[in-house]
């Protein structure tokens, strides 16, 4: 009797190493995003390029590690989530980001990011995992 196929994606079953993984990129996430933002309005322009060059090394990097595209909203989400708790500001009036040029260009460079490491269609494959020797 043939077996019934299982589940891929969503319909699969759940693999605790890789919640665990996922989990984990989203907490770092939180950690550049505040990393980034201390950077950025610290040195106006080139701390923006290093933090959205850290953003984006490790939204891609989390699209490589895990093979998914899940692998790179999750530390996007914590991302998003600690830059919009930052932007709340204290009760005295004053908040984290240096100014609002910096600010409208690490939101909109974050969120192009990582949209971006969302979105591509596959990772790109090693050309000596399919036996090739050249290029």
């Keep these: 009797m043939p077996r019934a196929p299982e ?3 969503f319909t699969g079953r759940p693999n605790p190493a890789r919640i665990a ?3 984990g990129l989203a ?3 939180a950690l550049v995003a505040l990393a980034g933002t201390l950077v950025q309005a610290a040195w106006f322009p080139g701390g923006l390029i290093i933090a959205l060059a850290g953003s984006a090394g490790l939204f891609y990097g989390g ?3 895990t093979g998914t595209q899940i692998g ?3 530390p996007a ?3 998003f989530i600690t830059v919009f708790l930052l932007l709340s500001g204290r009760p005295e009036g ?3 980001f240096g100014d609002e040029l910096g600010l ?3 939101m909109l460079g974050g969120t192009a990011v990582a949209v971006m490491c969302a979105t591509t269609s596959k990772v790109p494959q090693s050309a000596t995992r399919r036996g090739r020797s050249g290029i």
């Design 7 to 9: 589940g891929v994606g």
């Design 21 to 23: 993984a996922y989990f």
């Design 27 to 29: 907490v770092l996430g």
């Design 63 to 65: 699209r490589i590690l």
């Design 72 to 74: 790179a909203l999750a």
């Design 77 to 79: 989400v914590g991302w």
């Design 94 to 96: 004053d908040y984290v």
């Design 104 to 106: 409208a260009l690490f």
